[in-house]
Nanobody
Framework: QLQLVESGGGLVQAGGSLRLSCAAS????????LGWFRQPPGKERDLAAT???????SYADAVKGRFTISRDSAKNTVYLQMNNLKPEDTAVYFC????????????WGQGTQVTVSS
């Protein structure tokens, strides 16, 4: 079974940067569509970025140009590089995966807190 563990969250000032990591185990990530979701306090969970099994990426408008999703197949790890962070980026960030033949995300990490101060 695929397991996902996020790390790299923390407290950062507005305009700063963080890199989140999602370490996968049990299965190779090259067979999955991967995504980073985020859930601000008191709000619904939203999809921030995705990378398909073929490497094609997509981003929510709110993070486009500031966030970059990538993967390292040798390390079986997915990353989210976050630059020019804003207070509204404050959220719990979740890594998720969908099998290449599935239409929904069925595997989730535990989440990591990102707090951006103004």
């Amino acid at each position: 079974q695929l397991q996902l563990v996020e790390s790299g969250g923390g407290l950062v000032q507005a305009g700063g940067s963080l890199r989140l990591s999602c370490a996968a185990s049990g299965r190779t990530i090259i067979n999955y569509r991967l995504g980073w979701f985020r859930q601000p306090p008191g709000k619904e969970r939203d999809l921030a970025a995705t990378i398909g099994s073929g490497g094609i990426t997509s981003y929510a408008d709110a993070v486009k140009g500031r966030f970059t999703i990538s993967r390292d197949s040798a390390k079986n790890t997915v990353y989210l590089q976050m630059n020019n962070l804003k207070p509204e980026d404050t959220a719990v960030y979740f890594c998720a995966a969908s099998w290449v033949g599935a239409s929904t995300y069925g595997y989730w990490g535990q989440g990591t807190q990102v707090t951006v101060s103004s």
